[in-house]
């Protein structure tokens, strides 16, 4: 770690780390789409940075982020790919990319950005827990098992992860530790329904041609994902 630190300081004082914005003296550039974004003024906080556009990495980010509330996913798309291609190593403009990704419900994609999410960082826990989602809306359970368990190994009281592993163990028919998980779930949230209702479902007879909790799938046209299993919620965009 020291040795990591080391090179990042002595690659910022040879001037190998871009900080453009800085650099190019832009705080009150930044500043004024700042303020039109606290306004839901989008257009006018893209128009400033667009004004004085030199390609910078942090133009780049913030650019696909204003085009990401103003719902133009394509130009958020472009302006997260010339980031992520300006900081290869960074995980920032990754997930941001995902957020348009997902809007167009472009899920192959999404992988492949988990994909180098995870070489990158094997044991980032977002990026880990949502690729979990994407392969159980693929009723892949067995490739979505090895996501959660992975979470679930790093944050043992986490609601979401031990929730959606105990389900995914209900459809891999592995009775004994779903039920274990199921009732960690209910140490975490008492009297939740999802995990009451996944209990239920162990104690009752098993249809082989059908799986014991019903999935919704994510669509184009929904931009958020869905795991109706447990009649939760989950938004991608604000995990």
């Known amino acids: 770690m020291h040795l990591v630190r080391a090179s990042f300081v002595v690659s910022l004082l040879l001037g190998n780390v871009p900080l453009g914005c800085w650099a190019q003296g832009q705080p009150a550039v930044f ?17 400033a940075l667009q004004a004085g556009y030199t390609g910078t990495y942090e133009q780049n980010v913030r650019l ?44 192959e994609e999404m992988f492949r950005v988990y994909a180098a999410i995870l070489h990158l960082d094997p044991q980032n826990t977002q990026a880990n827990y949502w690729t979990g989602v994407l392969y159980l809306n693929r009723q892949a359970f067995g490739a979505a098992a090895r996501h959660f368990e992975r979470v679930v190994s790093l944050y043992p009281f986490d609601y979401d992860a031990n929730l959606a592993l105990a389900q995914t163990y209900l459809h891999l028919h592995k009775p004994l ?17 999802a995990a009451i209702e996944g209990l239920r479902q162990l104690d009752a007879p098993l249809n082989p ?17 869905f795991l109706l299993a447990n009649s939760l919620f989950i938004n991608f965009c604000t995990r």
């Open 177 to 193: 530790v779903a039920k274990a998980l199921f009732n960690q779930v209910l140490l975490i949230r008492p009297g939740d329904a």
């Open 64 to 107: 696909g982020w204003l085009f990401l509330l103003a719902k133009d996913y394509p130009s958020s798309i472009a302006h997260y790919q010339r980031a992520v291609r300006q900081r290869p190593a960074a995980l920032e403009a990754r997930f941001g990319l995902l957020k348009p990704l997902s809007a167009l419900g472009q899920v």
């Open 209 to 225: 041609s059908r799986p014991a909790l019903p999935l919704a799938y994510t669509t184009p046209a929904t931009p958020k994902h």
């Open 31 to 47: 500043a004024t789409s700042y303020a039109a974004e606290a306004r839901a003024d989008y257009a006018e906080a893209i128009a």
